[in-house]
C-alpha cells in the first residue's frame, strides 16, 4: 500500500516541478540519483517545497538514499542553489551595498532542511567521490569528502549550522582527508566577512558560525592536519577574537605559538599593540604563562612589554 502511495505521490511532485523554479536543472538531478523517490525528495527539499516533502516522506522514501559520490538529499538541498564563496560575498557587499547580499537557504529552504533532520537525514555523511560531484553549485572538486557540517561552516548562515547541530549534526567535523575542520572553516568565514563598516548589517553573523560551533562542543585546541589551531591563528591577526576565545572557552593547547604571534605582531607593528600587550598580560597574570621564557625561546620582541 504504501509503495502505490510513493508512485502517487511522486506523480504529483513531478507535476508540481513544472509549475516551481527549479532549483537544478532535471538532468543534473537525474545524474546524481538513480531513484525516482530519491530524486523528487532532493527536488523538493531544493525548492522548499516542505508540503511535498512531507507527502514523500510519509509515503515511505528514504531521505538518506544516497546518490552519485554519496550525495544525499540533505547534500543535494545545502547546494543546489549554488555555494555562498566568502570572497564573493565581501565584493558584492563593498560594491552594491550589504543589502543587496542575498542570505541563503531562504526560509522556505531552511524550513525543507528541517523536514529532512526530523525525518531522520544524516548531517555527518559523506561526500565520497574522487573528484567532488557535477551539479549547480558544486561543479568542482573542493568540497570533495565534505559532510553537510562543513558545508554549512563554510558557505551557510548560522541558522543552517545550528539546525544541523540539533539534529546530530558534529561540532568537530574533520574533512574525509583530515586537512580541515568545521571550526576552522567557520573561523575563516568570520575573518572573511570581518570587513568593517561595508558589513555592518552582517555584524552578527560574520562569527556566529564559530561561536555556535563552540557552544556545541568544538574543541578549540584541535588542528586539522598539519595546521595550526584557531586561538593560535587569531592570535596572529585577529587578537580581540583570540582574546575571546581564551577568556570564554576551555583551551587545552599549547600556549607558545600563541605568545610568540602576539610578540611578533608588536615587533614588526601590526594593528592592535594595546590589545596585543593586553592578552599577553592576561595570560601571564591570569593563566600562569611564562610569556618572558617563551619570548626567551623564540627571540625577544623589541622594546615589548606587557601592561600591568
Not at 53 to 73: E, F, W
Not at 212 to 236: F, H, K, P, W
Not at 241 to 252: D, G, K, M, N, V
Amino acid at each position: 500500500m504504501k509503495l502505490c502511495r510513493l508512485a502517487f505521490v511522486l506523480a504529483c511532485a513531478a507535476g508540481a516541478a513544472a509549475c516551481n523554479e527549479p532549483g537544478a536543472s532535471a538532468g543534473s538531478e537525474a545524474e546524481v540519483f538513480q531513484t525516482e523517490p530519491a530524486r523528487a525528495v532532493a527536488v523538493a527539499a531544493c525548492n522548499g517545497d516542505v508540503e511535498t516533502l512531507h507527502d514523500l516522506i510519509a509515503a515511505g522514501a528514504d531521505v538518506n538514499a544516497p546518490g552519485r559520490h554519496g550525495v544525499t538529499p540533505l547534500i543535494w538541498a545545502l547546494t543546489c542553489h549554488g555555494l555562498q564563496f566568502n570572497d564573493m560575498i565581501a565584493n558584492e557587499a563593498v560594491r552594491l551595498g550589504p543589502g543587496a547580499v542575498r542570505p541563503m537557504p531562504a526560509l522556505r529552504q531552511l524550513a525543507a532542511l528541517e523536514v529532512l533532520l526530523d525525518a531522520g537525514a544524516d548531517p555527518n555523511a559523506v561526500i565520497d567521490g574522487d573528484f567532488g560531484p557535477v551539479y549547480p553549485g558544486a561543479d568542482a572538486y573542493w568540497i570533495d569528502r565534505y559532510t553537510p557540517m562543513l558545508i554549512a561552516a563554510e558557505f551557510h548562515e548560522p541558522d543552517v549550522l545550528a539546525l544541523l547541530l540539533a539534529h546530530g549534526g558534529d561540532p568537530n567535523a574533520v574533512h574525509g582527508d583530515g586537512d580541515t575542520s568545521a571550526l576552522r572553516l567557520a573561523y575563516e568565514r568570520g575573518s572573511w566577512l570581518d570587513l568593517g563598516p561595508q558589513l555592518a548589517p552582517f555584524d552578527d553573523r560574520q562569527w556566529r558560525s564559530m561561536f555556535t560551533l563552540l557552544d556545541a562542543g568544538a574543541r578549540l585546541e584541535r588542528a586539522a592536519g598539519d595546521q595550526s589551531n584557531i586561538v593560535e591563528q587569531a592570535s596572529a591577526h585577529r587578537v580581540a577574537i583570540a582574546s575571546i576565545l581564551l577568556r570564554e572557552y576551555e583551551y587545552h593547547g599549547d600556549f607558545d605559538a600563541i605568545v610568540y604571534n602576539l610578540y611578533n605582531g608588536l615587533d614588526t607593528g601590526f594593528p592592535g599593540e594595546q590589545e596585543r600587550l593586553d592578552l599577553l598580560a592576561w595570560l601571564r597574570d591570569e593563566r600562569g604563562i611564562d610569556i618572558e621564557a617563551v619570548r626567551a625561546r623564540y627571540g625577544r620582541a623589541q622594546d615589548a612589554e606587557p601592561g600591568p
